[in-house]
């Protein structure tokens, strides 16, 4: 069983930035595939940020592509989101994911992870 345990949100003015942060459990979180998601109230759940278990290939959608951006350390079993230039309508809870599975590419549907984050609220203020 992976456990992760995010970190990183908060309050900020739009234009901000944050940084969240997410800690696996595991021997082999080099072998992961990675994503963040976000929840917005009456919203469904959206991919914002996926990398291959490889580390090669990213995603990021139209919405927040420039301004987001994945990235991991693997000595550190952590993977991050760095969010610039924030918006207002980027207010959400932000939920890491993970899956161990050699996953193909950088799947966008929070059915192909296996592994969540506790969730973390990201507010952007105007």
């Known amino acids: 069983q992976v456990q992760l345990v995010e970190s990183g949100g908060g309050l900020v003015q739009a234009g901000g930035s944050l940084r969240l942060s997410c800690v696996a459990s595991g021997r082999t979180f080099s072998r992961y595939t990675i994503a963040w998601f976000r929840q917005a109230p009456g919203k469904e759940r959206e991919s914002v940020a996926a990398?291959?278990?490889?580390?090669?290939?990213?995603y990021y959608p139209s919405s927040v592509e420039g301004r987001f951006t994945i990235s991991r350390d693997n000595a550190k079993n952590t993977m991050y989101l760095q969010m610039n230039s924030l918006k207002p309508e980027d207010t959400a809870v932000y939920y890491c994911?993970?899956?161990?599975?050699?996953?193909?590419?950088?799947?966008?549907?929070?059915?192909?992870?296996?592994?969540w984050g506790q969730g973390t609220q990201v507010t952007v203020s105007s």
């Open positions: 994911s993970a899956d161990n599975r050699y996953l193909a590419g950088t799947p966008t549907s929070y059915t192909s992870y296996r592994y």
């Open positions: 990398m291959s278990w490889s580390g090669g290939t990213t």
